[in-house]
C-alpha cells in the first residue's frame, strides 16, 4: 500500500515513523515534509494548498491513501475534490470539516444535540457586540469564527482589550463571545470509519511559551499521552456525555466522518465541557499518542476507509510519552529561519524519538531549521516522571543557534501518579 502524507510539521513526522513500521506500506511520501520525513520515506515538494498537484502526484505515484494533517486543506474541501478523482483520502469532507472551520458552526452543532460545551454568544456587527461586553465582568473568552492558525482567541478580563481584539476581527468576519471556563485541559482523539469509532489514549498539550504555563500562547510546547488525571470514571463519562452525542449528531446531520476528530475539552468541576472541535490529529499532541499505538496504522487507515474500526482491536502501549518541543529564538514571535543544525547523533536509547518539523536537508546533508517550533524530543517511560526525564536527558542532541525549550512539560501532572 502506498501513502501520501500531506504537511511538513512534526505531526507528519510522527505520522510518517508509524506508517513506516507498518508491515503493509510499501511507499511512503510525504508533501512537502521536512529533513526528517526525508530519512524515512520520499518527499515531494508539493504545497498541500495546491490540490491539482496533489492529484498528480497521486495519480503519477499510484497513492493509495492520503492522510491529511494539517486543518486547511481539510476545510478547504481537499477530501471532496479527491474523492472526484477517485482518490482515497483520510479526513471529513469540507462540510464535516466546518467543525473546525467555523467556531459558529460548531457550537450550534453542540448545541443542536447538547453536547456540554461553554455557554456563548454570536456577533457579527460591532455596537451589538459591544454592549454586550460593557454588560458583562470578569473573564470573557473571544474567538474568530474562522481558521485563524492558533491566533483567533483570546482570554480577557480587561474592557477595553476585548473589545480592541474583536473590532479587529468584526472587519472580516463574526465572532463568538463565550464563558471563561476553569479546570484542566486534554485533547482526545476518536478515529471514526463512517459508523464505528475508536477512543485513542488522552493527552495534553502544552501551550504557553514558559514554564508553569506563562508567557504567550504558542502552537504548543509539549505534550503528554496518556494524562494520567484521567481516570477510567472520567473516560467513560467523556464517552457517555461528549464523544457519543457528538457522532451520532453527525449521522444525524448527514456529515459522514471518515478520519480523526480531535475534542479539546477543559475538565471542568461540573463534568467534561468540550471547548472546540479539530479534524486532525493535534500537535505536539500525535508526537506522543502514536507511540502509544501498538497496532499496524497501516491497518487502522484501511479499516478507516473500509469502515471496519469495529473488527481491529487497538493495542495500547503500557507506557507513557512526554513530548518536549525545541523551537527558535524568538518564537512565538519574530525568528530566523535557515539557521544550521548541528549533526544530530545516534541516539543511545530507544526511549527516546525525535520528531523534526518544517527542517530543511541540503545536498550535502546539513539540515536547517525552517518554522518557530523546530522539533518534538519524546521521552518514553513507565510513567509521565520517567518519560519526561528521558526526554530531558537526551533534549540537548538539538543543537541549533539561539535553540531553547520549557524545562517543565509534563511536571504539574506529576504528582497524583503512584
Ligand atoms: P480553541 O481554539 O477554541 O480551543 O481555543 C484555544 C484555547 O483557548 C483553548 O485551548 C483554551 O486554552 C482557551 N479557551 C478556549 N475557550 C475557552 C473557554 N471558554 N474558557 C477558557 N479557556 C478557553
Ligand atoms: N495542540 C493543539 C492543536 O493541534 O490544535
Redesign the pocket.
Known amino acids: 500500500m502506498k501513502i501520501l502524507i500531506l504537511g511538513s510539521g512534526a505531526r507528519e513526522s510522527a505520522l510518517a515513523w508509524m506508517y513506516s513500521k507498518s508491515k503493509i506500506i510499501s511507499g511512503l511520501y510525504t508533501a512537502p515534509g521536512n529533513a526528517g520525513t526525508h530519512e524515512i520515506g520520499a518527499n515531494i515538494d508539493i504545497d498541500p494548498m495546491d490540490f491539482e498537484s496533489v492529484i498528480r502526484c497521486c495519480k503519477e505515484k499510484h497513492i493509495n491513501y492520503v492522510f491529511v494533517g494539517p486543518e486547511a486543506p481539510l476545510v478547504e474541501g481537499i477530501v471532496d475534490i479527491l474523492k472526484e478523482e477517485k482518490i482515497t483520502a483520510i479526513g471529513p469532507s469540507k462540510k464535516a470539516a466546518q467543525l473546525e472551520g467555523s467556531?459558529t458552526f460548531s457550537k450550534d452543532f453542540m448545541v443542536a444535540h447538547h453536547i456540554p460545551t461553554?455557554a456563548?454568544e454570536e456577533f457579527s456587527d460591532y455596537e451589538s457586540f459591544k454592549s454586550y461586553v460593557e454588560s458583562r465582568q470578569g473573564?470573557l473568552?473571544i474567538?474568530k469564527n474562522g481558521l485563524a492558525a492558533?491566533k483567533?482567541?483570546l482570554?480577557s478580563d480587561n474592557t477595553s482589550r476585548l473589545l480592541e481584539f474583536g473590532e479587529n476581527i468584526l472587519k472580516e468576519d463574526s465572532l463568538l463571545v463565550?464563558?471563561?471556563?476553569?479546570g484542566y485541559?486534554i485533547s482526545i482523539f476518536a478515529l471514526c470509519d463512517g459508523n464505528n469509532f475508536i477512543i485513542l489514549p488522552p493527552c495534553s498539550d502544552f501551550?504557553k511559551a514558559l514554564d508553569g504555563d506563562t508567557g504567550l500562547?504558542t502552537g504548543g510546547m509539549g505534550s503528554i499521552c496518556p494524562n494520567p488525571w484521567v481516570n477510567a470514571e472520567l473516560k467513560e463519562q467523556i464517552k457517555r456525555e461528549i464523544i457519543e452525542p457528538t457522532f451520532t449528531g453527525l449521522k444525524k446531520d448527514g456529515l459522514i466522518y471518515k478520519g480523526i476528530l480531535y475534542f479539546?475539552l477543559?475538565i471542568t468541576q461540573n463534568g467534561p465541557?468540550n471547548?472546540?472541535f479539530n479534524v486532525r490529529f493535534g500537535d505536539p499532541e500525535t508526537q506522543v499518542l502514536l507511540p502509544m499505538i501498538k497496532t499496524d496504522f497501516g491497518n487502522i487507515t484501511t479499516a478507516i476507509v473500509n469502515g471496519t474500526l469495529d473488527t481491529i482491536p487497538i493495542t495500547e502501549s503500557s507506557q507513557s510519552a512526554v513530548g518536549v518541543v525545541v523551537a527558535s529564538k524568538g518564537y512565538p514571535g519574530q525568528y530566523k529561519k535557515g539557521v544550521k543544525v548541528q549533526p544530530i547523533p545516534e541516539l543511545p536509547s530507544k526511549d527516546v524519538l525525535i520528531f523534526h518539523a518544517s527542517t530543511t536537508i541540503d545536498e550535502e546533508g546539513e539540515v536547517f531549521t525552517g518554522g518557530g517550533r523546530c522539533f518534538s524530543v519524546v521521552g518514553l517511560g513507565k510513567d509521565t516522571i520517567e518519560a519526561a526525564s528521558r526526554a530531558y536527558k537526551h533534549i540537548d542532541v538539538i543543537n541549533f543557534e539561539g535553540a531553547w525549550y520549557r524545562k517543565d512539560i509534563g511536571k504539574k501532572f506529576f504528582i497524583d501518579e503512584d
Not at 463565550?178 to 476553569?182: C, I, P, Q
Open positions: 467556531k461553554a456563548s473573564m473568552v474567538k492558533g483567533g482567541v482570554e463565550e464563558e471563561f471556563l476553569t485541559e501551550k500562547n479539546g477543559m465541557k471547548l472546540e
